[in-house]
């Protein structure tokens, strides 16, 4: 981004020459050669425009910030009408009209003034460090710099960090800026402990409660997005089967019912997840620009109770278990007599969003307030869904 704006501060420097250059052109007195210095002058001015023009584009695209992207729009359209002004003045010139000239001595050309590029700081969290870096990049790489001026820029910018903290005791001189930066990248440029930052923060973000509290959903959906394209970068997407489920039980329960309606959702497609609630979030904003209120709320949706018809294997086991088959959903036999096997019968589970304690819908058995427990083994988990420990199920142990 700074070596963007550097590349369109230039453009500007050399369209300001360009205009400044035709209308001294203008000003002299007639001469054989002087239409033809006016038309290469022109020619020049063109080029020039489109490079800047192409740079200024550029900047745009890359501007993040709102206020400043505004900024950056007006100084363009200021330099695009001096453009224009001064063109305007060669072509009347050449088609014989007397353009309006100034009637002082001296042309003024407009300098635009870009808003001055602030250096980036850094915070101390290794997964801004690549960021940053990047952002730094520009005084790193300037070769007009000397070493001990860009050491001064690097304390500055880790300032109140703990990265500050790792460089305290470095004088600032030409040969220290090199070990400083070694220093840091030894503490915070390593990429397995960025990789480890992401899914820390990934991990521990908030889950949203209600699907009406549409500012939650938007904050959720916006880290979500910092820390998958911070691990993007690094070319990491190996790490999509484990971040699914993750992200799943941060969703509340009506988006979560949302996505295991389909039944070609996996619960490890992380990409089309992230699609989804993308899609949830968008609708939902467009619902309140429309007019149609969505009140938010920090209660929990209500959540689907069990079927109260107790069966037989209800009363052996002490739960009420649901009408159907909560494996296969067939009516012609209850949990206990299902012919699928554990492996299938978990994966069932999991899909269907469904207790691995009692079987019920609409929370995980960690939420579980059913006291009764594997009649084999005496764990946390049905019955129906306990497996030796040699036998390996087929399910990731993630999703369990």
């Known amino acids: 981004m700074d070596r963007a704006k550097a590349i369109r501060e230039a453009h500007v420097n050399l369209l300001e020459d360009a205009v400044k250059d035709l209308r001294d052109e203008l000003k002299k007195p007639e001469e054989a050669d002087k239409v033809i210095e006016v038309q290469a002058i022109i020619e020049h001015l063109n080029a020039t425009w ?23 729009m007006k100084d363009t359209s200021l330099v695009r009408k001096e453009f224009l002004k001064a063109k305007k003045e060669a072509e009347a010139y050449l088609s014989g ?33 690549p960021s940053f870096w990047s952002g730094f990049a520009a005084i ?32 600032v001189i030409d040969t220290n800026y090199p070990v400083a930066v070694q220093l840091l990248k030894d503490r ?7 990789i480890a930052d992401h899914m820390k923060k990934l991990q521990n973000l908030p ?6 509290d549409i500012e939650a959903l938007r904050k959720l959906y916006c880290e979500l997005e910092i820390h998958l394209r911070g691990l993007q970068e690094l070319k990491k997407t190996q790490f999509s089967d484990m971040l699914g489920p993750i992200l799943f039980q941060k969703l509340p329960y009506e988006i979560r019912l949302v996505w295991l309606s389909d039944t070609d959702h996996e619960i490890t497609d992380l990409k089309g997840m992230v699609a989804m609630l993308k899609k949830q979030v968008e609708t939902r904003e467009q619902c309140l620009v429309q007019g149609e209120s969505i009140q938010p709320s920090n209660k929990a949706e209500p959540k689907p109770k069990p079927s109260m018809v107790p069966t037989a294997a209800a009363l052996v086991g002490g739960v009420r278990a649901p009408r159907k088959c909560p494996f296969c959903n067939s009516d012609s036999h209850n949990s206990f007599n299902c012919t699928l096997d554990v492996a299938a019968r978990k994966i069932a589970v999991i899909r269907s969003g469904r207790c691995f304690n009692c079987l019920a819908p609409g929370h ?18 049905h019955s129906t869904l306990h497996q030796d420990p040699q036998e390996d199920p087929v399910v990731p142990l993630a999703l369990v």
């Open 50 to 72: 489109k490079d800047y023009e192409r740079a200024s584009n550029e900047v745009q695209r890359l501007e993040a910030d709102v206020n400043n992207l505004v900024v950056i």
């Open 364 to 381: 995980g058995k960690d939420a579980c307030l059913s006291k009764t427990r594997c009649k084999t083994c005496k764990s946390v988990h």
């Open 140 to 171: 790193d790489q300037d070769p007009d710099l000397s070493d001990d001026s860009k050491l001064r820029h690097l304390i500055s910018c880790v300032k109140g960090s703990s990265a500050e903290r790792d460089l305290e005791g470095l004088r």
């Open 188 to 194: 915070y440029g390593r990429e397995d402990l960025i």
């Open 207 to 212: 889950a949203v409660q209600s699907a009406n």
């Open 97 to 129: 009209i007397q353009a309006p000239r100034t009637t002082t001595t001296t042309t003024h050309v407009t300098k635009v003034r870009l808003p001055e590029i602030k250096l980036p700081t850094f915070n101390g969290s290794v997964s801004q460090w």
